[in-house]
């Protein structure tokens, strides 16, 4: 179980250098790692899962309580979907300029050829959004009133600086990902048809059920494998930040990592299976595509909105497996 740690100065007079000297030597944490946590007034709120690391900072806290003050707190617990009401209902700007940035987008990417560069954009961004809500959110209590207070101040220009090349990196690695399944699964589909054929030859000295039903097998498969992707959504998020900052390496990695033998344990173990309910997200994603589909022809706004609460969906059972977990 996680436990969350505020560290703050007990004198102000003590220079930020001082906590970020403890950090450095806890948890062995950058200086840029450290600046993207910082509060306003030098403060900082993280959430530690080393129980070696926790007994260090509570010694650092006995030794100088004069200098510092570290409190910690359990992880705090509500209701996965509660929350993203919550922070869809806490910023209505940031819904209307996220859906006028994706409108806009989808109209422009129709145009030749620079259409092309325009939907690479709109997918950057829309991978880049749940990265920078979930990392925004990381930094908070996981309760209606801490899940308000982060998002009642988001603003979307705060995403183009730092989070389109994790975005970037989030849209290549699907890319990538996308190639290397199409090729596992042709391979497969060749493999299991040619046995098919070889079966049906064998037994029937025609062409018969067997060849078909083994190529449907691998599409089954096939659907599966991205059934599976699509409710591994959070985890691949987590791993976008979980070592810092968000960026065009760290994302790309996490995606790549769906085909590591680490990454496929930890999406069935209890700590991400029993995140608020998480296996339902599948299902979630799947129903909500279809009315997306089918709201899509009657309104935009509706459609529109729906996929913004599926990404702060995305991002806040992201932070729930980090802080959970």
Known sequence: ??????????????????????????????????????GEDGSV???????????????????????????????????????????????????????????????????????VVINIFLSVFYYAFPIFVAHRLSGSELTPEGVRD?????????????????????????????????????????????LGVFSDLINHGSLKEGAVGAVLLVFFLMFLFWLWIFYSLPLIVARCFAKGSPSFESSFLAVLSVFTVPFIKESFSNRYVGIGGIWSLALTVGVMGLVVSLVLIITIPVSV??????QIFLSVCAVFYIKKS
């Open 45 to 115: 709120s993280l959430y530690v899962r080393d129980p070696g690391v926790i007994i260090k900072l509570q010694q650092i806290h006995e030794k100088h309580s004069s200098l510092l003050k570290v409190s910690f707190e359990s992880a705090p617990s509500g209701g996965v979907f509660s929350l993203t009401n919550e922070a869809v209902k806490a910023n209505w700007g940031l819904v209307l300029s996220w859906g006028a940035v994706v409108v806009l987008m989808a109209i422009l990417s129709l145009l030749p050829i620079l259409g």
């Open 1 to 38: 179980m996680a436990v969350r740690v505020v560290i703050s100065k007990s004198n102000p007079d003590i220079p930020d250098e001082f906590i970020f000297s403890v950090l450095s030597s806890t948890l062995g944490m950058t200086e840029e790692e450290y600046k993207s946590i910082r």
């Open 150 to 194: 982060v998002m009642a101040k988001l603003r979307l220009g705060e995403a183009f600086s730092s989070y389109l090349g994790a975005g970037f990196g989030f849209w290549l690695g699907f890319l990538v990902m996308y190639v290397l399944s199409v090729l596992i699964f042709v391979v497969l589909a060749l493999l299991f048809g040619g």
């Open 305 to 310: 909105l729906i996929l913004y609460w599926l």
